[in-house]
């Protein structure tokens, strides 16, 4: 409990954690509200899916929130302060836990805000163009709206596990853009199902069914999806732990 507080005291006195905090939010609600008014107006189809129109937010958000997730582990190499911090707390699992764990519920509470506020901002912005709207008593609708928050939380311990991994605030950032953002826009010159493939099982396109309302064929529902995503974090948190443990700092 001691580390948490400990940890939590760093978090919140950092500048950079309010300051990519309302990066985040502003960056999140705003594309959320502009993809859904552009995209109301723009037409209607039979695949329309005003939910995952409004939470399109989430696609710079991720990055956003990644960023601060890479902060909370590199800030303390490029200050020094992470030698002090080892020193304090020698069992170093549990150091990295008391990160996570601050930094889960800071990005889970700030994933939740961002979702929401999309959300009504994006169907009052479809409302007004005419489009059929969402509410939160559809099915599915809510799952996607708290699924979203999820999503971003995820990315958020993606950005830790990278930030622990490579020790590097340039070199996690750039890692993280290119997990999220790059590679899948790589495979899109790829052969048809080698493309197909990266669109249904690669981690973040695969949780991102998890805002998903209208299913898209040959994709994942959005649990399934969103189990791959949590693995995969799993794998690379567990990465950062090992190097966090073995290396010295």
């Given at each position: ?8 005291t ?22 959320g ?11 209607v ?12 937010s ?22 020094g302060?992470i ?63 708290i ?31 290119s ?40 994709t994942?529902?959005?649990w ?9 974090v ?5 990465a ?10």
């Amino acid at each position: 409990m001691n580390l948490v507080r400990s940890e939590w005291t760093k978090f919140r006195s950092l500048r950079s954690t309010w300051l990519t905090a309302a990066v985040t939010m502003v960056l999140g609600v705003g594309v959320g509200t502009l993809a859904s008014s552009a995209q109301s107006r723009a037409g209607v189809g039979a695949d329309w899916d005003p939910t995952a129109v409004s939470l399109t937010s989430i696609i710079v958000a991720q990055l956003a929130i990644g960023v601060l997730g890479v902060l909370v582990m590199t800030a303390e190499y490029a200050t020094g302060t992470i030698q002090p911090s080892v020193i304090a707390a020698p069992r170093r699992g549990r150091l990295l836990s008391a990160k996570a764990g601050v930094l889960s519920g800071a990005a889970v509470l700030l994933g939740q805000l961002i979702g929401f506020a999309s959300f009504f901002a994006g169907q009052a912005m479809i409302a007004a163009a005419g489009a059929p709207h969402a509410t939160l008593a559809q099915p599915g609708v809510l799952r996607a709206v708290i699924g979203s928050g999820l999503y971003l939380a995820a990315i958020g311990l993606l950005g830790l596990g990278l930030g622990a991994v490579l020790r590097s605030t340039a070199g996690a950032i750039g890692t993280l853009v290119s997990v999220t953002l790059v590679i899948r826009l790589v495979a899109q010159m790829l052969p048809e199902s080698w493309r197909d493939w990266m669109a249904r099982y690669w981690p973040t396109a695969a949780g991102e069914q998890i805002v998903a309302v209208v299913p898209v064929p040959g994709t994942l529902g959005p649990w399934e999806g969103f189990a791959i995503l949590c693995g995969f974090v799993a794998v690379v948190c567990a990465a950062g732990y090992t190097v966090f443990r073995t290396r010295d700092t």
